[in-house]
Nanobody, 115 residues
Framework: QVQLVESGGGSVQPGGSLRLSCSAP????????LRWYRQAPGKQREWIAV???????NYADSVKGRFTISRENAKNTGYLQMNSLKPEDTGVYYC?????????WGRGTQVTVSS
């Protein structure tokens, strides 16, 4: 089974920063857009950012101006730089690559923002 692997989560205080990484198989990564989602406790998973193969990015309003998504094709790795973190950013963060009609997910990485 194809698997994406997230890393970089942790616990930070409000206002802090974290950088998440997502590694994927080469062909899948280089031919498709990469997305990040998150799931807060008791809530549905929500989309937060996308980067296309042409490096076009888009963000959910809740993270715009604070988070930056990027990709490094040479390493088959995507990133989510998260700055000015807030308690409401707490949750499990997942990367996603959709190949035709099939969604591929990692197991997620926990981000906790608390004082």
């Amino acid at each position: 089974q194809v698997q994406l692997v997230e890393s970089g989560g942790g616990s930070v205080q409000p206002g802090g920063s974290l950088r998440l990484s997502c590694s994927a198989p080469e062909d899948m990564f280089r031919m498709n857009a990469l997305r990040w989602y998150r799931q807060a406790p008791g809530k549905q998973r929500e989309w937060i950012a996308v980067v296309t193969i042409g490096d076009i990015t888009n963000y959910a309003d809740s993270v715009k101006g604070r988070f930056t998504i990027s990709r490094e094709n040479a390493k088959n790795t995507g990133y989510l730089q998260m700055n000015s973190l807030k308690p409401e950013d707490t949750g499990v963060y997942y990367c996603n690559i959709k190949v035709i009609d099939t969604d591929h997910w990692g197991r997620g990485t926990q981000v906790t923002v608390s004082s």
